[in-house]
């Protein structure tokens, strides 16, 4: 390149010491012209063609000594470019070597890889080709040549890693089964913990809840024995309830509820004027049968007792407006049943519902019918009347215990449904007043 560079500005330089020989020239200039071979030299040239012809020469020659520069310039612009290539590419190639000679080289692949880096650790910039085109060449071929090293060093690489790392996945599965193992361990120790801390939060709570229980139990007892000393009744059991219309929300309830029973004796005091029909003294529904013991007087039809929906006709008459002590006893045996009207057995009979067990967890209205469990009632089948001593047992009462509470000579509380005030609730207008039922018998008599 330095040649080629001398060259040309050895032909610029010429022709401008030709020029100038032309201008001292006092008045005689030679121009050679270039004849071709068998030209007629006969042949007058003009001189003004000739001056033409020279100065259109220089200017041709200007213009390729100015391409030349500009070539130039490229060329050398081009150069220092590759040059910082080489030298980024030698600085990684530097660095994959030092990488490489850190590491042991795979048998095989040692003896040549340290033949090319002898090779290609020339500096080859200091001695260029003269010709332009067998520099870029020249630059060509050795940027293959790097690329080509460092090609083959990054294999290498990837084969030393993968070689490296052909028990990394088992050390790895070992490490993550003891890290699991780990914590699975501290997982079921504080599942452990959780366990027994509900355990001991348990064991706190029911303690907690049963002394909570013990404390409002001696509370209502406390509470009823201050309602039973504060009553305006003897005693719990001499009231009355009073339903003094027809309506279809005058009414009592029993607080307790029947357990499954085979038999049952119910007795009541009852007095009552109205007409036709004295309605229900009381009711008893269930689930799914709400007419499951009925006593009822509707219209002009007798006094009928209803267990299971069927129906017995008693011989019973209450409606004088006195005060009238009835007892009904029945078993499952054979559906038989009995009618005390005070104290006496005014009839019996078999048949009605037999070997139908009392359903159990039911509602005991006084007052109504019931065609839903506990309401939907009828006003013309309420009962009119003033109602007092409702007890209930599970069993059938002899006669003589019939006939004591009807005579008053005794009394005797329902073991399923005794008669006490606090057993008892009214509502729509109902009323509960203080009664001494024998005294009241007594006066009316």
Same mark, same amino acid.
């Given at each position: 390149m330095?040649? $080629?560079l001398?060259?040309i500005? @050895?032909?610029?330089?010429?022709?401008?010491?030709q020029?100038?020989?032309a201008?001292?020239? =006092?008045?005689n200039?030679?121009?050679? %012209?270039?004849v071709?071979?068998?030209? &007629?030299?006969?042949?007058p040239?003009?001189a003004t063609?000739?001056?033409q012809s020279a100065?259109?020469?220089?200017?041709? $020659?200007r213009?390729t000594i100015?391409?030349?520069r500009e070539?130039? /310039?490229?060329? =050398?612009?081009?150069i220092?470019s590759?040059?910082g290539?080489?030298?980024e590419l030698?600085? =990684?190639l530097?660095?994959?070597?030092?990488?490489?000679? &850190?590491?042991?080289p795979?048998?095989? +692949?040692g003896?040549g890889?340290?033949s090319?880096?002898k &090779?290609f650790?020339?500096?080859t910039?200091?001695d260029l080709?003269?010709?332009?085109?067998?520099?870029i060449?020249?630059l060509?071929k050795?940027?293959q040549?790097l690329? &080509?090293r460092l090609?083959?060093l990054?294999?290498?690489?990837?084969l030393r890693?993968n070689?490296s790392?052909? %028990?990394?996945p088992?050390?790895?599965?070992?490490l993550?089964?003891?890290r699991?193992s780990d914590l699975e361990?501290q997982?079921?120790? +504080?599942v452990a913990e959780?366990?027994e801390e509900k355990?001991?939060?348990y064991?706190?709570?029911a303690a907690?809840?049963?002394?909570?229980e013990?404390?409002?139990?001696s /509370?209502?007892?406390?509470?009823?024995?201050?309602e039973r000393s504060?009553?305006?009744f003897?005693s719990p059991?001499d009231?009355k309830v009073?339903?003094?219309l027809r309506?279809n @929300?005058? @009414?009592?309830?029993?607080k +307790?509820?029947?357990?499954?029973?085979?038999?049952?004796?119910v007795?009541?005091?009852?007095?009552?004027?109205a007409?036709?029909g *004295?309605?229900t003294?009381f009711?008893y529904?269930v689930?799914g049968?709400?007419?499951?013991?009925v006593?009822i007087?509707w219209?002009?039809?007798?006094?009928?007792l209803?267990v299971?929906?069927k129906v017995?006709?008693?011989p019973?008459s *209450?409606?004088?407006?006195r005060w009238?002590h009835?007892?009904?006893?029945?078993t499952?045996?054979d559906g038989f049943?009995?009618a005390?009207? #005070?104290?006496?057995?005014?009839?019996a009979g #078999?048949n009605?519902a037999?070997?139908?067990?009392i359903?159990?967890g039911g509602?005991?209205?006084?007052?109504?019918e019931? !065609? *839903?469990v506990?309401g939907?009632f009828?006003?013309?089948?309420?009962?009119?009347?003033?109602l007092s001593?409702?007890?209930?047992? !599970?069993?059938?009462?002899?006669p003589v215990?019939?006939?004591g509470?009807?005579?008053?000579?005794?009394y005797m509380?329902?073991?399923?449904v005794?008669?006490v005030?606090?057993?008892v609730?009214?509502f729509?207008g109902?009323?509960k007043?203080?009664l001494e039922i024998c005294?009241d018998?007594?006066?009316?008599?």
């Amino acid at each position: 390149m330095i040649t $080629l560079l001398m060259g040309i500005l @050895y032909v610029y330089a010429l022709g401008k010491g030709q020029v100038a020989r032309a201008n001292v020239t =006092k008045g005689n200039r030679f121009v050679c %012209t270039a004849v071709p071979a068998g030209t &007629d030299l006969s042949c007058p040239v003009s001189a003004t063609n000739r001056v033409q012809s020279a100065s259109a020469q220089e200017e041709e $020659l200007r213009n390729t000594i100015v391409q030349l520069r500009e070539t130039i /310039l490229q060329q =050398k612009e081009t150069i220092v470019s590759q040059q910082g290539t080489i030298k980024e590419l030698n600085a =990684k190639l530097s660095r994959c070597e030092a990488q490489a000679q &850190d590491s042991p080289p795979r048998e095989g +692949k040692g003896r040549g890889h340290g033949s090319r880096r002898k &090779d290609f650790s020339k500096n080859t910039m200091g001695d260029l080709p003269r010709d332009s085109t067998e520099t870029i060449e020249q630059l060509g071929k050795t940027m293959q040549s790097l690329k &080509d090293r460092l090609q083959n060093l990054e294999q290498q690489q990837q084969l030393r890693i993968n070689a490296s790392g052909a %028990t990394f996945p088992n050390e790895l599965r070992d490490l993550l089964r003891r890290r699991l193992s780990d914590l699975e361990n501290q997982l079921l120790t +504080k599942v452990a913990e959780l366990e027994e801390e509900k355990a001991q939060l348990y064991n706190e709570t029911a303690a907690h809840r049963q002394q909570t229980e013990v404390t409002l139990n001696s /509370l209502l007892e406390r509470i009823a024995e201050l309602e039973r000393s504060n009553s305006a009744f003897k005693s719990p059991e001499d009231f009355k309830v009073s339903l003094p219309l027809r309506t279809n @929300y005058l @009414y009592g309830r029993i607080k +307790k509820s029947l357990p499954e029973m085979y038999a049952f004796t119910v007795c009541m005091w009852l007095k009552s004027s109205a007409r036709p029909g *004295i309605g229900t003294p009381f009711s008893y529904g269930v689930p799914g049968q709400a007419n499951e013991i009925v006593l009822i007087e509707w219209g002009n039809n007798p006094i009928e007792l209803l267990v299971n929906d069927k129906v017995a006709q008693l011989p019973l008459s *209450i409606s004088d407006g006195r005060w009238h002590h009835i007892c009904i006893t029945w078993t499952t045996r054979d559906g038989f049943w009995e009618a005390y009207q #005070d104290g006496e057995r005014l009839g019996a009979g #078999d048949n009605l519902a037999p070997w139908h067990p009392i359903k159990p967890g039911g509602v005991i209205i006084l007052g109504q019918e019931q !065609d *839903i469990v506990g309401g939907r009632f009828d006003a013309t089948q309420a009962f009119v009347g003033e109602l007092s001593h409702f007890n209930m047992w !599970d069993r059938v009462l002899r006669p003589v215990d019939i006939s004591g509470m009807a005579n008053c000579s005794s009394y005797m509380p329902g073991n399923v449904v005794p008669w006490v005030d606090a057993n008892v609730e009214v509502f729509g207008g109902a009323t509960k007043a203080a009664l001494e039922i024998c005294e009241d018998r007594l006066f009316d008599a």
